[in-house]
């Protein structure tokens, strides 16, 4: 029984080398993939609607993060105020913007 477990030990003892080198390099590879496939088009995604929220402008057709359609009849740094029906006015936290919504969708 004993022969067998010294069959399946290594010779010598030792730790192959190069190991960590592999690691390194895989661990690179890993996080390549993650930023060109994670990081990257979220980084741009947030810059596109910082942008988009910045360029607001008093009569575009906008749709809030809960889904509400309105017409921009005011706006602030922070708060916009959205006209969702004739004489019914609602305000609305800047960034809760989701959508600007095309002139032909209105």
């Known amino acids: 029984m004993t022969d067998i477990a ?10 192959a080398g190069g190991g960590d080198l ?10 390549a993939i993650f930023y060109f496939l994670i990081i990257r088009p ?13 360029n607001l402008k008093h009569g575009d057709v906008v749709v809030t993060t809960g ?28 960034g809760f913007i989701s959508a600007v919504l095309p002139k032909g969708d209105q």
Do not use: W
């Open 42 to 54: 979220q980084q741009k995604k947030q810059k596109e609607l910082k942008e988009m929220l910045a």
């Open 67 to 94: 889904g509400i359609h309105g017409k921009i009849t005011a706006l602030t740094e922070t708060i916009v105020t959205l006209e969702i029906a004739d004489k019914v006015k609602i305000k609305v936290s800047r």
């Open 6 to 15: 010294y069959a399946m030990g290594s010779a010598g003892g030792g730790v």
């Open 22 to 31: 592999s690691f390194i390099v895989m661990m690179a590879i890993l996080f």
